[in-house]
């Protein structure tokens, strides 16, 4: 098992209980405890949990989520469809994400990945970040903002209460500013006519920005948005390279994002 493997997998048993021990832990993912005791030591210097005696409980934050964050953000779907989307992601690039339950767990999976690729001697020049992360959604912003091998931007902008995301005139002035490498969109519905759509205008136009300044556009959503209508459409099907979702996704509607040249990775 890889370290990020292993690291994503303790991280799932420190969800589910709030704590997690270095022998149970050890005999779950059949490593010795000291390899264990390592990948907790590391976690802890990334910021990604507290460290205790004999193992380790989660890194406490300092908000709470809407209730919408609360009770999904811990799916099975949800979760592999954000690992599947970190390995996609090359050390280096710009991502640019925006707010939602899929998005924040794809923050989840890039901060684990990439933990580790600025470990240097003390004194030695700064390297540059391992990834550099552009997000208008304040939730997502809080995570990376103690990563230290991550840069991260915000845009500024006015918050919507309902899902930590800031819009208007203030996001979309720094969004013209910048360029992305890919941008990794979460939606609330998606047609393979009608595009990709959001349930509140500004937040689409915000998602709308997101994909004009991307060379790469990813759309991440559980298939039970796939085939949904919202009110605002953020960009046509044509504007997106890699659909991401989970394998209960029909059949059907992977040949018709196909003949709408979205290509589907199912996880």
């Given at each position: 098992m890889a370290k990020?493997e292993?690291w994503?997998?303790?991280l799932e048993l420190l969800a ?9 832990a050890?005999?779950?993912l ?11 030591d ?10 205790t005696r004999?193992?380790a409980?989660?890194?406490?934050v300092?908000y709470e989520l809407p ?5 999904t953000?811990?799916t099975p779907e949800?979760?592999?469809i954000a690992?599947a989307?970190?390995?996609l992601i090359a ?5 640019g994400l925006?707010g ?8 989840r999976?890039l ?5 580790g690729?600025?470990a240097?001697a003390p004194?030695?020049?700064?390297a540059?970040p ?6 208008n ?8 903002a103690v990563?230290?091998a991550i840069k ?7 918050a919507?209460?309902?899902t ?13 500013e910048?360029v992305?490498d ?6 609330d ?7 990709v ?5 500004e937040e689409?136009a915000v998602s709308?920005?997101f994909a004009?300044?991307?060379?790469r556009?990813?759309?991440v959503?559980d298939?039970?948005k796939l ?5 605002a ?6 504007r ?8 209960a996704?029909?059949?059907e ?7 709408a040249?979205?290509k589907?990775l199912t996880v």
């Amino acid at each position: 098992m890889a370290k990020h493997e292993r690291w994503n997998a303790l991280l799932e048993l420190l969800a589910d209980s709030g704590r997690v021990e270095v022998e149970e832990a050890a005999a779950a993912l059949d490593v010795s405890a000291a390899t264990i005791r390592r990948d907790l030591d590391e976690l802890a210097e990334q910021r990604l949990l507290v460290r205790t005696r004999g193992g380790a409980v989660a890194h406490g934050v300092s908000y709470e989520l809407p209730l919408r964050y609360k009770s999904t953000r811990h799916t099975p779907e949800k979760r592999r469809i954000a690992a599947a989307v970190a390995d996609l992601i090359a050390p280096g690039e710009v991502v640019g994400l925006n707010g939602g339950t899929t998005t924040t767990e794809v923050a989840r999976a890039l901060a684990v990945r990439f933990a580790g690729e600025r470990a240097q001697a003390p004194g030695a020049v700064p390297a540059a970040p391992a990834l550099t992360v552009v997000t208008n959604a304040l939730n997502i912003a809080g995570e990376l903002a103690v990563r230290p091998a991550i840069k991260l931007v915000t845009t500024g902008g006015v918050a919507r209460p309902q899902t930590y995301e800031l819009v208007g005139p203030l996001t979309a002035g720094v969004l013209g500013e910048v360029v992305l490498d890919v941008v990794v969109l979460g939606v609330d519905g998606m047609d393979a006519e009608l595009g990709v759509m959001a349930h509140q205008e500004e937040e689409a136009a915000v998602s709308r920005l997101f994909a004009e300044r991307a060379s790469r556009v990813v759309v991440v959503t559980d298939s039970s948005k796939l085939g949904r209508r919202a009110f605002a459409r953020i960009c046509g099907t044509g504007r997106v390279d890699l659909l991401v979702t989970d394998s209960a996704v029909p059949a059907e509607a992977v040949a018709r994002f196909g003949e709408a040249g979205v290509k589907v990775l199912t996880v």
